[in-house]
């Protein structure tokens, strides 16, 4: 089945306990993207990558990482996570460089930064 | 710099009613326009897009409409049912076309 898959779904941390949410797709989609969901605010692109070692900083890059070491890979990175991190994440991917396509979400990940 | 809005926040239609849900684009270099849909505890799913070169799409109940003099563009669900209810949410495209710029969002709810 195609799809986007991210773990964990849920997670509680602590400020400043590093952690990473894994994002992985099996549709050999070259473009891939990090979103972050906060209520009256929609989604907010965080990163996004257009290939294999090729990402750039969306529209609020701020304390957060990313890596594009394979295809099919896009790990999002908290090095030191703040309260106000704390949101609803989502990683994306589609066949071309272009938002002109359609995007395949995963099912989300719901952090809580104490 | 660049943003869409999207009204209302949240809209109520009887079941069978139709829904209109607008929104509105600063950027004038933007031309595609995608309409996604999320269910409660999901990802948001692609429902329906239209580019600058068409005014109006129609796929089954649901249509989108653009009115690029204006900068504006409308998603109508027809004929509504229970599984209508959801969150949508509008996008329009930056100039790069590799970002887009999302809406708020809409909760649906449909009351039977």
């Known amino acids: 089945e195609a799809q986007v898959t991210q773990n964990p779904r849920y997670l509680i941390t602590v400020t400043g306990k590093k952690l990473t949410v894994t994002c992985s797709q099996n549709m050999n989609h070259e473009y891939m993207s990090w979103y972050r969901q906060d209520p009256g605010l929609g989604l907010r692109q965080i990163y996004y990558s257009m290939n294999v070692e090729v990402t750039d900083k969306g529209d609020v890059p701020e304390g957060y990482k990313v890596s594009r070491k394979e295809k099919r890979n896009f790990p999002l990175i908290l090095e030191s996570p703040s309260p106000n991190q704390t949101s609803l994440y989502f990683c994306a991917s589609n066949w071309g460089g272009g938002s002109q396509e359609t995007q395949y979400f995963g099912p989300g990940t719901r952090l809580l930064v104490l | 710099g660049e943003n869409v809005e999207q009204h209302p926040s949240t809209l109520s239609v009887q079941e069978g009613d139709s829904a209109v849900i607008k929104c509105t684009y600063s950027?004038?270099?933007?031309?595609?326009f995608p309409w996604y849909k999320q269910e409660l505890g999901k990802g948001p799913q692609l429902i329906i897009d239209i580019r600058s070169n068409v005014g109006e799409k129609k796929d089954q109940r649901i249509a989108v409409t653009l009115n690029k003099t204006a900068k504006h563009f409308s998603l109508h669900i027809t004929e509504t049912q229970p599984e209508d209810s959801a969150v949508y949410f509008c996008?329009?495209?930056?100039?790069?076309?590799?970002?887009?710029?999302w809406g708020a969002g809409t909760k649906l709810i449909i009351k039977p």
């Open positions: 996008a329009a495209s930056k100039g790069s076309n590799y970002q887009l710029i």
């Open positions: 950027d004038s270099a933007s031309n595609y």
